[in-house]
């Protein structure tokens, strides 16, 4: 036993047991009753056991899907952009304008402030603030700018992608501001050493080495968006969907089977997304 | 006491402590309520529904009047459907709409209920029990709560066209629906379903997103708007159903709708703000907005009512104690102060003439009789809904639930038209 114990093979599995224990229990096996539920037939009010390929055929399909997928993709890409362009900014003024240590803590507590509150609650309080006589509008009449009141400010596309950039900004800027702050100042130093303009040191040393934080961040934003089915029920008043309220509206409808077929596709989407997301970056590597 | 029957060892029985189950089941049999009055107040009995009825006023007068608790959740109907169908472990007593009841019956999770134990049985409203408001009436269309409401025994699983002495659903409150309309932001008559698609309204329409519901009232505006004769629209063929989303996914495309609503207080901000003007309604929601001071009117219209009803039925698993507890709390309810909490805010009670007792004679003439109002008339939480000289959208109960075209239904391809109805809102 205790010659077992000192074998180096041994002593690695047994500690890397404990979280191999939680992944299978809580990881793996429920992603797998997904799968196997996903070939199970259903009726209005029970599931039953079977191998069947009806989920898939009907999924496969129906062109809903497609469009209700391409739908998905649409919010997830722009949305992406956005989220891009603003934490990079962000995290860009947070690590290299601001100075002093302590205002950058201050001003990264503050960006954390809204995350106070729940999620749904920041999202909902769009609604009354985008409405037809809501804050918006009635600014921009009172303004002169507009005669008459925007309608596509609320329950469009504009206000769901709004709702996600406003949501999930704050994950592009943690990863993005934690990997800028590794940077060795003195690469920048440098950079303008020899000769690099302000864009040339963005584009050939900032950006390089901030890659895997952008990588990261793209990651969270890409999944949450992906999976998200709340965000575009209430922001589009229903009027859209994604793949996340198809899932939902079959479970709401007793369907699990055909939402677990619909949740397979989507997490082999999601996936794929991030594999050739991680074949630009090495993540591993650049941590 | 040989035949008694033994309380289901259950987890909560069983930290009812022994002595509680014992008397229990000695009263039961017995048939002496008073008996097991002390051991009532330990009862919980765990409550769940749509929002419409299940409200913590009621729990508490429950607490008052029969000493046990009542415990209440409210869902949507879809999640209702779900729990009723598939835990019914969780849950006591379910508060669950007619059409609901259709679909979860045959999963057997419910127990029926003998109606010689229903006290006021006699006096629930005809609609309930052969079908007929009067002699003369028509039976509408769609699933008709009678059509749901009988079977065999208390294990029964199909249901019976007579009244059997075996009811599955308790009526507890049921109202006929039409469109809702901003009269103010309209400025004109508006009386047919087929407004609700009129391009006048492009951008400010709405409709309900249940798919069982909405397909109902997309069924009356498509037969008021002349485009679609139903054979029966609580159970339309495919072709009708396809036809159907059809003419409202070309609406959507055309940007009729501002947006679907699911939850009845959606219902009432796209109301009150202004977003919406005609839309598919609750009769509370009108009184939500109204008593906001922004004019809302539950429009009567031509072709008549889309009308549910809903009900409280048993959990399988409820037995001894608890199941007397149940059966008096049904008695209660149906003795007249829910109905009158109810009634006040524009629902009807299964049993009207209990009601009465807890409303006053204004009260009364305005929400039943329809008879313009003397005083201001309140809702149960004492806000001023309407003023002296007022009258009630539709009129009196008969003018109301005699102008029912279609009850809310499932339907033979209900697959198919959830699938359709999935199809249009993701168009």
Not at chain 1, 62 to 72: A, D
Request: hydrophobic share 45%; net charge negative; proline share 4%.
């Amino acid at each position: 036993m205790r010659n077992l114990l000192k074998n180096r093979n041994v002593s690695g599995w047994m500690l890397a047991s404990p979280l191999a224990v939680v992944l299978v229990c809580f990881l793996v096996l429920p992603i797998a009753m997904i799968i196997v539920v996903s070939f199970w037939g259903a009726t209005e009010f029970s599931i039953y056991p079977a191998f069947l390929f009806d989920n898939y055929a009907f999924l496969f399909g129906s062109p809903v899907t497609y469009s209700v997928f391409f739908n998905t993709f649409k919010y997830a890409v722009i949305t992406w952009g956005f989220t891009l362009v603003i934490g990079f900014t962000v995290a860009y003024f947070l690590a290299f304008h601001v100075r002093s240590l302590t205002w950058q803590i201050a001003l990264f507590l503050l960006c954390t402030i809204p995350f106070w509150t729940s999620n749904i609650i920041r999202m909902i309080s769009w609604i009354p603030f985008l409405g037809r006589n809501g804050l918006a509008n009635s600014t921009l009449i009172s303004w002169g700018v507009i005669d008459e009141p925007l309608e596509w400010l609320l329950f469009s596309d504009f206000s769901v992608i709004l709702a996600f950039v406003h949501l999930y900004t704050l994950f592009m800027v943690v990863p993005i501001f934690n990997t800028m702050m590794r940077i060795d100042r003195s690469l920048i130093e440098a950079a303008y050493d020899n000769g690099a303009s302000g864009l040339q040191t963005l584009t050939n040393v900032i950006i390089p080495l901030t890659k895997p934080g952008i990588m990261i961040g793209s990651i969270f934003v890409v999944t949450l968006v992906m999976g998200d089915f709340i965000t575009v029920r209430f922001m589009s008043g229903s009027q859209s969907a994604n793949v996340g309220r198809l899932i939902s509206n079959d479970i709401a409808l007793l369907q699990y089977p055909s939402a677990a077929a619909t949740a397979v596709v989507l997490l082999s989407t999601v996936l794929l997304i991030i594999a050739v997301l991680l074949r630009f970056v090495d993540i591993r590597k650049e941590l | 006491m040989t035949d008694f029957h033994t309380p289901k060892l259950s987890r909560r029985s069983v930290l009812k402590g022994a002595a509680a189950t014992v008397t229990a089941v000695g009263a039961s049999t017995l048939g002496a309520p008073m008996i097991w009055a002390q051991n009532i107040k330990d009862v919980t009995l765990r409550q769940f529904g749509t929002g419409v009825s299940n409200l913590n006023e009621v729990g508490k007068k429950v607490k008052e009047d029969l000493g046990f608790n009542l415990e209440m959740t409210a869902l949507d109907s879809d999640a209702v459907t779900q729990r009723a169908a598939t835990q019914p472990d969780s849950f006591d007593i379910a508060d669950i709409e007619y059409w609901i009841c259709k679909k979860v019956w045959p999963t057997g999770n419910l127990q029926a209920m003998d109606v010689s134990k229903i006290k006021n049985y006699d006096k629930i409203v005809g609609i309930f029990r052969d079908g007929k408001l009067t002699p003369e009436s028509t039976i509408a269309q769609g699933t008709a709560p009678h059509s749901v409401g009988f079977t065999t025994g208390v294990d029964g699983k199909e249901f019976v066209a007579e009244e059997s002495g075996w009811m599955t659903l308790i009526p507890t409150i049921y109202n006929a629906d039409t469109l809702g309309i901003r009269p103010d932001l309209i400025g004109r008559e508006i009386s047919t379903w087929a407004e609700l698609l009129n391009p006048e309204f492009a951008g400010k329409a709405s409709i309900l997103d249940i798919s069982s519901i909405g397909i109902m009232d997309a069924a009356m505006v498509c037969e008021a708007m002349g485009e679609i004769a139903y054979g029966d629209k609580g159970n339309m063929t495919k072709e009708e159903i396809d036809k159907t989303m059809a003419i409202f996914t070309e609406a959507k495309k055309a940007g009729q709708f501002r947006a679907f609503w699911k939850t009845f207080d959606e219902s009432v901000n796209l109301m009150a703000s202004g977003e919406v003007v005609i839309q598919s309604m609750w009769s509370p929601a009108i009184t939500a907005v109204r008593s906001q001071g922004v004019p809302c009117v539950y429009q009567p219209l031509k072709e008549g009512y889309r009308s549910w009803g809903g009900g409280i039925g048993l959990s399988k698993s409820l037995s001894g104690l608890e199941l007397d507890a149940a059966y008096e709390y049904i008695n209660w309810y149906l003795d007249g102060w829910v109905g009158g909490f109810l009634m006040r805010q524009g629902y009807y009670s299964a049993v009207p003439e209990t009601s009465k007792n807890f409303m006053s004679e204004d009260e009364w003439g305005f929400w039943f009789e329809g008879k313009p109002a003397q005083g201001d008339i309140t809702n149960p939480f004492g806000k001023v809904m309407e003023k002296a000289g007022a009258v009630r959208d539709g009129g009196s109960f008969q003018d109301r639930m005699g102008a029912v075209a279609c009850w809310n239904a499932v339907m033979d391809e209900n697959q198919h038209m959830v699938r359709k109805w999935n199809e249009f809102i993701a168009a």
